[in-house]
């Protein structure tokens, strides 16, 4: 059955036996992802979508009927007053800069407190020197790292009461790091403290691959401001680029204003068509998302039989899509990410190698042979070539891509 793919038997034998023992956690996926399809259903269903939604406008964008449907969707869907949804976000941290920047003035503080956030994200706060960024602006920046894969309650106390700082940055995922990524309990525990230390700190959270992974997101335990990426879980693998800030109105106010310009702010920005997909995405995102942790689960149990290492093993709790797989070996995590790569729906005859990309200090192996170029919701796995040489595997539009992309990583592993 498998032959055309080059997939070995006794690979396909050892998926179908880690399947089995991972019928409990894919029922808790399910259950989650019936929560958010009722939760995305009734907001459509609230907010009277229709095909007028569809339509799209050019130049400035006055008058955009869909454009705010789809904000008024997202707000109800993520708990929160307000949202921009926009496909002028090229990135994930193009949202995060646009956000830093409406929310922060010279002399302010920066403090991130789930350690150094993503590599792109350094030359934006001026971590690494750079003419344009939050550093130059006379924005300070300081951070306190994570203690055993939780919040250093202490350290975080201990600033708060000597510093008056305007910004609280926690960033949800992992990023290329191998700590766990932080559940929706541990945010609301140290959110919880920040506001009683001081109640006009405001919560930022970088929530990328993190929605609909959980009953809940961000605002609904008290942050101020999330952000995310539309290539990524809220996209459904629809959306072909965009981002959201959703949060306190005044402050996606600020933000609006901030990517286009003070007096215009949010009643400018052209939709240029795309309306059905950011709509179809998010209305497609619950199953994709739960497709995606499937597979991820799945690849957990395999690897762990192989005896590498893994984090999060299979049983545990998830509260992002992204499966890490420990390789310790440069040649290994490049033949396991070129295995994905060939089990891709695009560019499969491509043969992966470590490069340099923008935003990153090492070079980087990346497999995502997608429909929308750097999608992450779409089967994925990448990861720097640095000790300990770990994959970050995240995606699949649907449970069997997945499967398929995971039997010819793993037959790579095994036999070439």
Not at 5 to 21: A, R, T
Not at 94 to 114: K, Q
């Amino acid at each position: 059955m498998y032959e055309e793919l080059g997939i070995h038997d006794d690979v396909v034998s050892l998926i179908e036996e880690s399947e089995k023992d991972c019928f409990l956690e894919f029922e808790r996926v399910d259950k989650m992802c019936s929560l958010n399809s009722l939760k995305v259903l009734s907001s459509f269903h609230r907010n009277r979508i229709n095909e007028a939604h569809f339509n799209s406008t050019t130049g400035y964008g006055y008058n955009d009927l869909g454009r705010e449907a789809i904000e008024n969707v997202f707000r109800d869907v993520l708990g929160a007053e307000d949202a921009l949804v926009r496909n002028q976000f090229v990135s994930g941290s193009h949202a995060l800069t646009v956000c830093f920047f409406a929310l922060l003035r010279p002399g302010d503080i920066l403090l991130s407190i789930s350690g150094k956030p993503y590599d792109t994200l350094d030359e934006v706060i001026g971590i690494k020197d750079n003419p344009s960024s939050l550093k130059s602006f006379g924005v300070n920046y300081s951070q306190i790292d994570l203690v055993d894969d939780d919040f250093d309650y202490e350290s975080i106390s201990n600033y708060l009461t000597k510093n008056k700082v305007k910004v609280v940055e926690i960033q949800r995922s992992k990023g290329y790091s191998s700590r766990k990524s932080l559940s929706i309990e541990k945010l609301e525990n140290v959110i919880k403290l920040i506001k009683s230390i001081d109640k006009d700190v405001l919560v930022m959270v970088d929530n990328c691959y993190c929605e609909f992974v959980s009953n809940c997101e961000p605002v609904s335990v008290g942050a101020d401001v999330m952000v995310g990426s539309l290539i990524k879980n809220l996209g459904g693998g629809i959306a072909p680029n965009g981002a959201y800030i959703a949060g306190r109105k005044e402050l996606i106010d600020l933000c609006g204003e901030r990517l286009t310009l003070p007096g215009e702010g949010r009643e400018v920005g052209p939709t240029l068509g795309i309306n059905r997909q950011i709509l179809q995405g998010i209305y497609m995102a619950p199953s994709v998302v739960a497709a995606s942790l499937k597979v991820a689960i799945l690849t957990s149990r395999v690897l762990e039989k192989l005896g590498y290492d893994v984090e999060p093993k299979y049983q545990d709790e998830r509260v992002d899509i992204v499966q890490n797989i420990f390789f310790y070996d440069a040649n290994k995590l490049i033949n396991f990410t070129r295995g994905i790569q060939q089990a891709s729906a695009i560019d499969s005859a491509a043969l992966v190698e470590a490069s340099d990309m923008p935003g990153y200090d090492d070079k980087i192996v990346m497999a995502s042979g997608s429909f929308t170029q750097g999608s992450s919701i779409e089967l994925s796995c990448d990861g720097p070539i640095r000790e300990p040489y770990i994959a970050y595997m995240q995606g699949s539009m649907t449970y069997p891509y997945g499967r398929l992309g995971l039997m010819k990583a793993v037959d790579r592993l095994i036999y070439e």
